[in-house]
């Protein structure tokens, strides 16, 4: 049994997708844990800075991601076409983060972002079709 080629296209383009949320999240805790990279400088310089921000374990890991997340673009580029891959990942990494940002960083997701994260849904479905 072999998957027909538009399963190959959106496996691809969620992994893009889970990738760059995933970054996006482990990068923004690892911010978080740091706290603010003025005072960090001020007390240590900018060679500390960079060192704190170089040795931060969730940091690094959202570096990593990130970078993975932009082979598996050019890859997913490679087997779909723009039209859809990119705007499909920009729309799916998007409601990512916002449930993300909501259920894994604890920050407040109002109404107004909820209800535009619906109409980004909605676009994705469009374009799957």
């Given amino acids: 049994m072999t998957l027909s080629p538009m399963v190959h296209v959106w496996s691809a383009i969620l992994f893009v997708a ?3 949320v995933i970054g996006e999240v482990m990068i923004a805790s690892g911010m978080r844990q740091l706290g603010d990279l003025d005072d960090i400088r001020a007390l240590h310089g900018l060679g500390g800075a960079i060192g704190a921000v170089l ?3 969730r940091f690094v890991i ?3 991601c990130m970078a993975l997340n932009f082979f598996s ?3 997913a580029l ?3 076409n723009l039209s859809l891959a990119g705007p499909a990942i920009a729309a799916l990494t998007y409601v990512g983060n ?3 940002a909501k259920f894994f960083l604890r920050e407040k997701v109002d109404r ?3 209800l535009a994260t619906m109409c980004v849904v909605a676009g994705v479905i469009l374009l799957a079709r």
């Fill in 18 to 20: 889970a990738l760059a």
């Fill in 55 to 57: 040795t931060n374990a």
């Fill in 62 to 64: 959202g570096a990593l």
């Fill in 73 to 75: 673009m050019l890859f």
């Fill in 78 to 80: 490679s087997i779909a």
């Fill in 98 to 100: 916002a449930i993300a």
């Fill in 112 to 114: 107004r972002r909820w």
